[in-house]
């Protein structure tokens, strides 16, 4: 499975997808933004590594709610989904998962 996250809930929310290909790599819009690592597989500082990259926008908005989506297909594994909700609670966000 991947995961897409919206961040805020206002017009300037954006989402960005965990796409594993083969490894995790944050995107948004079809491009790659962070590639996390060469392991296939979700760690934490994840989260910190984009806050870092997209800062302009992440020091824009509050933190708060965090809107996950599972998408059936991809690479991630439920042990993903877990360290990315942990990374996100540790991070200051409010994790919500939807289907």
Known sequence: MYFSLQF??????????????????????????LNLNLKGYYELGGIEKLLIKEESYFNSISKGLVRITLHEYGHGEA?????????????????????
């Not at 989402?15 to 995107?27: F, G, K, M, N």
């Not at 993903?80 to 996100?88: F, G, M, N, V």
């Open 79 to 99: 042990k993903c989904l877990a360290l990315l909700i942990q990374d996100l609670i540790d991070n200051d966000f409010m994790p919500k998962i939807q289907f």
């Open 8 to 33: 805020d809930t206002s017009e300037t929310s954006r989402t960005y997808d965990l796409q594993y290909i083969p490894s995790p790599v944050w995107v948004i819009d079809e491009k790659q933004v």
